[in-house]
């Protein structure tokens, strides 16, 4: 099993729910839920992994409260650059349960010099919450959200980035916004 040399996987639990109607951090999947699976998808390979967000509901995981209270994606990203002590960082969204290793290993191999984001791209669609980032950005986010820029795809367009096509890996990209699809997942 390759393991995430000097690589934090950073889990975002911190979105509203409101279309899935309760906190998709504790929905089930396999008998446990999408946190969980997250978490045990990258706990073996990651240098550490943790949960970001506004409520702990895990008490035996490793949680980061959001940095700001404000309500959009850029705010758990930069809670976990700033809470990082690596150079690179996966972000996943706790939406996203069957993202695991080779996703990931897919994106590893285009972190170079000159980019500060790496992203995959399946069917013409962007994945922001499934991505490689450097903590080098935390300033730049920072800057974004007071000047109240809260779009975390326009964040990426100002940011040196590589997208990376993972037609492979199509079936792990859903993105699970009511609860009716968790159905698709067993």
Not at 31 to 58: D, M, P, R
Not at 70 to 81: D, E, F, R
Not at 112 to 129: A, G, H, T
Not at 130 to 147: D, G, H, P, V
Request: charged share 20%.
């Amino acid at each position: 099993m390759l393991k995430f040399n000097h690589i934090n996987v950073y889990i975002l639990t911190g979105g509203s729910s409101r279309r899935f109607g309760s906190d998709k951090a504790l929905a089930p999947i396999c008998n446990h839920t999408f946190t969980e699976e997250l978490y045990n998808n990258f706990s073996a390979i990651a240098n550490k992994v943790a949960i970001v967000g506004k409520k702990q509901h895990f008490h035996t995981l490793p949680f980061i409260y959001d940095a700001l209270d404000v309500q959009c994606p850029l705010v758990g990203l930069y809670t976990a650059l700033t809470n990082s002590d690596t150079n690179w960082n996966f972000i996943i969204s706790v939406d996203m349960p069957l993202i695991d290793m080779q996703v990931a290993q897919l994106l590893l191999p285009h972190k170079i010099e000159k980019v500060q984001i790496v992203l995959p791209r399946v069917n013409d669609k962007l994945y922001p919450l499934c991505a490689f980032y450097r903590s080098s950005l935390k300033e730049k986010i920072y800057n974004t959200i007071l000047q109240k820029s809260f779009k975390l795809m326009d964040f990426i367009k100002s940011a040196p980035h590589q997208i990376v096509d993972v037609l492979d890996t199509s079936n792990q990209f859903i993105n699970i916004n009511n609860p009716d699809q968790i159905n698709i997942l067993d």
